[in-house]
């Protein structure tokens, strides 16, 4: 199975300010990688797939990068709209594994 | 709106039995493969099982092979899942996902879940 481990676990920024979410493979999962953002009560949002690809409605402000093993999350400008809880996921293994890392909480500073 | 709604879930005993399901509606269900995931609280979601569009291709994560059984009625627009011989441990939010449009190994359209707990 692949793992997915993300750092840090929670990350506290000021709104407007730059924030960054990493997200290693336990092996390469080359460019099969999708970031989630979940709000609290609420279902986790597709952000991102492909590592790089924004979903359907994802604001510009976030972006993804990487491949093989290391990936980053990034949103240039955070709103108070974005303070959430950030899982990536593999789907190198499909089917039928997918796994999801255990959980970025970006909180407001 | 494209909308999922599950039900089903509520308080049962260790070894007992529950049944999900989730109504899909404003997309073609027929269309799309589906997924159970669940969130344990205070942790990631994990997958549980997938399902092929025809119903003729089922998936499930090993800690829950030989219990759980997904299947789906497409004239019905429902997915279930069939939960067999519950463990504590399969005390979580179980979420109907629909893959996205760009990527089926990807969830583009979540329900807002129903609860499941298994405690004596």
């Known amino acids: 199975e692949i793992v997915m481990t993300q750092s840090p676990a929670t990350l506290s920024v000021s709104p407007g300010e730059r924030a960054t979410v990493s997200c290693r493979a336990s092996r390469s999962v080359s460019h099969d990688l999708a970031w989630y953002q979940q709000k609290p009560g609420q279902a986790p949002r597709l952000l991102i797939y492909?590592?790089?690809t924004r979903a359907t409605d994802t604001p510009a402000r976030f972006s993804g990068s990487g491949s093989g093993t290391e990936f980053t999350l990034t949103v240039s400008s955070l709103q108070s709209e974005d303070f959430a809880v950030y899982y990536c996921?593999?789907?190198?293994?499909?089917?039928?594994?997918?796994?999801f890392g255990q959980g970025t909480r970006l909180d407001i500073k | 709106e494209v909308q999922l709604v599950e039900s089903g879930g509520t308080l049962v005993q260790p070894g007992g039995s529950l049944r999900l399901s989730c109504a899909a509606s404003?997309?073609?269900?027929?269309?799309?493969?589906m997924t159970w995931v669940r969130q344990a609280p205070g942790k990631g979601p994990e997958w549980v099982a997938h399902?092929?569009?025809?119903?003729?291709?089922?998936y499930y994560v090993d800690s829950v092979k030989g219990r759980f059984t997904v299947s789906r009625d497409n004239a019905k627009n429902s997915l279930y899942l069939q939960m067999n011989s519950l463990r504590i441990e399969d005390t979580a939010v179980y979420y109907c996902?629909?893959?996205?449009?760009?990527?089926?190994?990807?969830?583009?359209?979540w329900g807002r879940g129903t609860t499941v707990i298994v405690s004596s």
């Open positions: 996902a629909r893959a996205s449009r760009a990527t089926i190994a990807t969830m583009g359209v």
């Open positions: 492909g590592a790089s």
């Open positions: 404003r997309f073609p269900f027929y269309n799309y493969w």
């Open positions: 399902i092929n569009p025809d119903g003729s291709e089922s």
């Open positions: 996921q593999q789907y190198h293994d499909w089917p039928p594994r997918i796994t």
